[in-house]
Structures are given as structure tokens and as C-alpha cells.
């Protein structure tokens, strides 16, 4: 049974920052491509970021780029997303998720999903 848990979390004025994590188990980590995505209210679900399986290759959405970087820990089977600047528009439900390819990341496509943290971000 994979398992993906995100952390990190929470409430954070405008122009600050926050370190998301989503711990994986149940399977060898270093064995998928890792993501973020991200669903304010009353929107669909959206590409944040992604990084390869030995965390060479990273690709960001254009809305996040220069402020928020994915990393990964394989030793720690975990992977970071670091939000900085943060704006009232990055107010979200983040979800990490796991999946063959960084490609299929791209496009949305996942094998596994984690339950999601909440961010806010107060003006």
C-alpha cells in the first residue's frame, strides 16, 4: 500500500514562505518521478511542479516559477516543495503525487496521490 503524507502546511502573510513535505511509503521511492499540485476553491486541479526520479531534471508551472523549487531526499523519501513570496493567489489545498515519468506529471497523470495540506495566504 503506497502511502503519501503531506505536512508543512498552514497559514502565512503575503511575501513569506513555507516548506511543504510528503513523506512516501510502501514502495521504493527513488522508483518515481514526485509532484505538486495544487486546487483552490472553486478551481481544478493544477500542475505546481515536478522533479525525476534522481531529482536531475525539475520542470515548474509558469505562475510559480522563480519563487517555488522542488527537491527530493531519496535516503529520506521525501520530497520538498519551497514556496517563497508568497501571494493571496497561491491560497490552495497542495497535493504531492507520484508517478512513472515527470512527463506524465506534466500532464496531470499520477499513480498515487497524497491527501493534501492547506495553505493560505493572508494579504
Known amino acids: 500500500q503506497v502511502q503519501l503524507v503531506e505536512s508543512g502546511g498552514g497559514l502565512v502573510q503575503a511575501g513569506g514562505s513555507l516548506r511543504l513535505s510528503c513523506a512516501a511509503s510502501?514502495?521504493?521511492?527513488?522508483?518515481?518521478?514526485m509532484g505538486w499540485f495544487r486546487q483552490a476553491p472553486g478551481k481544478e486541479r493544477e500542475f505546481v511542479a515536478t522533479?525525476?526520479?534522481?531529482?536531475?531534471?525539475?520542470y515548474s508551472a509558469d505562475s510559480v516559477k522563480g519563487r517555488f523549487t522542488i527537491s527530493r531526499d531519496n535516503a529520506k523519501n521525501t520530497v520538498y516543495l519551497q514556496m517563497n513570496s508568497l501571494t493571496p493567489e497561491d491560497t490552495a489545498v497542495y497535493y504531492c503525487?507520484?508517478?512513472?515519468?515527470?512527463?506524465?506529471?506534466?500532464?496531470?497523470?499520477?499513480?498515487?496521490w497524497g491527501q493534501g495540506t492547506q495553505v493560505t495566504v493572508s494579504s
Open positions: 522533479i525525476s526520479r534522481t531529482g536531475g531534471t525539475t
Open positions: 503525487a507520484a508517478a512513472w515519468s515527470v512527463d506524465d506529471l506534466r500532464r496531470g497523470l499520477a499513480n498515487y
Open positions: 510502501g514502495r521504493t521511492f527513488s522508483s518515481d518521478a
